[in-house]
């Protein structure tokens, strides 16, 4: 590594070193430490991921939700009930992340995967219109489109009712 070089074979100080590449003294001084190769290959980095959690559950806890799952195939939902009947104390979304984290969640056999039709693509603005319904009183009183058809062709606008513009057999009065 060119650091390490540089301190070793060309008699840099470790401050101008660091201060040549932007980094701390402290690091200069560990990169020539780890160094094997007087300089000649890259110092190999540590990862700075954390061995463990601080907070994680315990493995016992962990074993017994895995035990659990595997005695009855029971869903995290169940698996969390029946934990706290036993008096472990878990939160759900961490039976959820530990039944993830070993494989054994999985989506159900029974679920329904939905294919929605492709929606209609307008040919110009305002060609597609929106609308929505409201529910509200007793039904009677509810403007159905069969109304709505029955009242715009009493009105005489064409179109209204059928898409021939006449009515079939008298069915509209």
């Known amino acids: 590594m060119l650091a390490v070089r540089k301190v070793k074979y060309e008699g840099w100080s470790l401050r101008q070193t660091a201060r040549y590449f932007g980094v701390e003294p402290s690091t200069v001084l560990r990169w020539c430490r780890r160094d094997t190769s007087n300089g000649w290959r890259p110092v190999l980095t540590e990862s700075s991921r954390p061995n463990h959690h601080p907070r994680e559950l315990p493995r016992p806890t962990v074993d017994l939700i895995l035990a659990l799952r595997q005695e009855r195939n029971q869903c995290a939902e169940i698996l969390h009930h029946r934990l706290l009947n036993k008096n472990v104390a878990v939160s759900l979304s961490s039976v959820k992340r530990v039944l993830r984290r070993f494989g054994c969640s999985r989506f159900s056999k029974w ?63």
């Open 111 to 173: 679920k329904k995967w939905h294919q929605y039709p492709l929606r209609p693509m307008p040919e110009k603005p305002g060609f597609l219109v929106e609308i929505d319904t409201v529910h509200e009183g007793a039904p009677q009183d509810r403007l159905s489109r069969l109304r709505l058809d029955r009242r715009l062709f009493k009105m005489g606008v064409r179109g209204a009712g059928h898409a021939c513009d006449q009515p079939c057999h008298g069915e509209i009065p």
